[in-house]
């Protein structure tokens, strides 16, 4: 083969990788079966609660490798198999309307696509959550401190840490997709089960994701429509399978720092209807023990830490929680709410239509307590703003959204039809707001026939032989990623103007240095660009911090003339090579 030839070969087999690693855990997840007629929603539930606690466990003990992921996952789906000839076969997932899966998957794709064949590009997914998936997977541990947020709990960030680790950058997008489809899914449950034709479930499943507050974050690391996923799973575990509790509860424990806040809400509510009994209780606290050991790590961290947690957070914490601006917060909060279109406003309704007239005290009052918390958290990053202080930032409110839309769905029965037919026009409306915004992007234009194939896929899953449907469904993933092919261009553009564009990444490409230290910008293109270079967040005397760190170059703007001899400045940045002299 030729250097060309070899090289587009190894481009396709990263992501086909990290399709074999998600497919093989995804036949290993039915080992919790048990004999259950199984939704949708419970299986990718349980094959991201094991890819996420095999990425934590292997990256604590320091073999964080892309071999040793692959193995684990294997070594899951043969105990499945063993585990299938030993016992009787267990029950399949009941038939369902195809329309169920139609509708809510479709929408998923098409939020999605825009930003899966284009390089990351949001600003948080660049500034903090790729920063610590690829320190993780270029240490090959958790146990490195060089990026501002690496005491972060790590929960969605491992399975992208993963993702990058097997896959390359190309697949980051995934980690986002896959997430939205867990909690798209998951609402259609919800919303059958409270008395919707399974259409109009599926169209109340694909109204609610296709938000921008939600749909946006489809193809990025933002770890907002993880949380309210996992805080969906924690309810339904409350009322539908109990067994998935411990799984629910032990993701949620470690995303974002609030994770741990509604973990503790949905372990009390299980512990109520536990009757005391030590045992159970300690199997509901036992969750609980992955972020022991996460705070413990941080704990054992901090003292010799390369960046320390303080130099993370906004000096004046108190004038970053919504609450104490009072009347003014609460104002800007309503317009950035209305800002984001009808379906904002139509999922903040339904935290006060739950409180009314929701049938349980638990479906009446968790919306609103988990609203609660929104508007008391601190939300202060050190970068010059106060961040969220008057609550434009709408994604933190999504697991109160989700749990306002189960909330409100009690008295839905005999509304069936003219709710299906409003969500059905509302998601339609919203994928187009949300397409327009890519339009101008040539592969965007593949969205519809690729949105209809994929919910397609997916409900045909019983009727087509499984090898055809993986084929197809790998083929429509590798069109996305493969379109991806120019990060470099992306992000010079980004870093400079329409006029002037910068030459940064450009150089770095080329020149492909080891290890970077950041300095005024975000780590997260300078990790897409070089997957396999340590990027490091600049601490307080970046110059010291590249000699201690061994970096060959630190990236940073113009400030930094004496750090060493200047490689390379354009109008963006500059680039300096530090030397043991200064």
Known sequence: MTPNALSVAAGIGAPLAAVAWFALLWYGAEVFNGGQRREAADRLRDTLFLAVVSSFALALIGLFEWLACLAVAAALAVFRFRHDRRSPRRALAHELSPLTFVLPVAAVTAVTWPGIVRPLLEGDSLGYHLPNAAAWANAHSLWTTTTTYWWYPPGSELFA???????????????????????????????????????????????????????????????DVWLGAWVLECLWALEYERAALQRALTICAIIKPIGIAYGIVFAALGLRGIHGTSV??????????????????????????????????????????????????????????????????????????????????????????????????????????????????????????????????????????????????????????????????????????????AGILMSVRNKLPTAAVVALGTAILLYGVRQDVNPVGYYDAWLGSNVAPSG????????????????????GPVSVVLPGTLVADANSDPCAEARRLRAVVIVAARSHRNCGRRVFADAHASVYEPTDSN
């Open 161 to 223: 840490s993963a993702l990058f680790l097997i896959g390359g950058p190309t697949v980051l997008g995934l980690a986002g997709f896959v997430a939205l489809l867990l909690l798209a899914l998951r609402i259609e449950a919800f919303s059958r089960h409270a008395g919707l034709s399974p259409w109009s479930a599926g169209a109340d499943a694909a109204a609610t994701v296709t938000v921008p507050t939600i749909g946006l974050q489809g193809a990025s690391l933002q770890n």
């Open 280 to 453: 159970r209780a300690r199997a509901v606290l036992a969750p609980f023990t992955l972020f022991v050991i996460w705070a413990l790590h941080v704990v054992i961290l901090w003292r010799d830490a390369v960046i320390e947690p303080g130099q993370s957070a906004y000096p004046h914490l108190q004038s970053t929680i919504i609450l104490a601006h009072g009347l003014a917060g609460a104002r800007t909060f309503a317009q950035a709410l209305i800002g984001q279109g009808v379906g904002a406003v139509v999922l903040g309704a339904t935290i006060i239509v739950a409180l009314f007239t929701a049938k349980t005290r638990k479906h009446r009052y968790l919306p609103l307590i988990l609203a609660a918390f929104f508007f008391i958290e601190p939300f202060g990053y050190d970068n010059g703003v106060p961040q969220l202080a008057t609550g434009m930032s709408l994604r933190f409110m999504i697991p109160a959204f989700v749990i306002g839309v189960v909330g409100s769905l009690d008295h839905v029965k005999r509304w069936s039809t003219p709710i299906g037919l409003a969500a059905a026009a509302l998601a339609v409306f919203q994928i187009r707001s949300i397409i327009g915004i890519f339009w101008n992007y040539a592969h965007t234009h593949a969205i519809v026939p690729i949105a209809i194939a």
């Open 504 to 523: 940064l990444y450009a150089w770095l490409s080329r020149t492909r240095p080891q290890r970077v230290v950041v300095s005024e910008l975000r780590g």
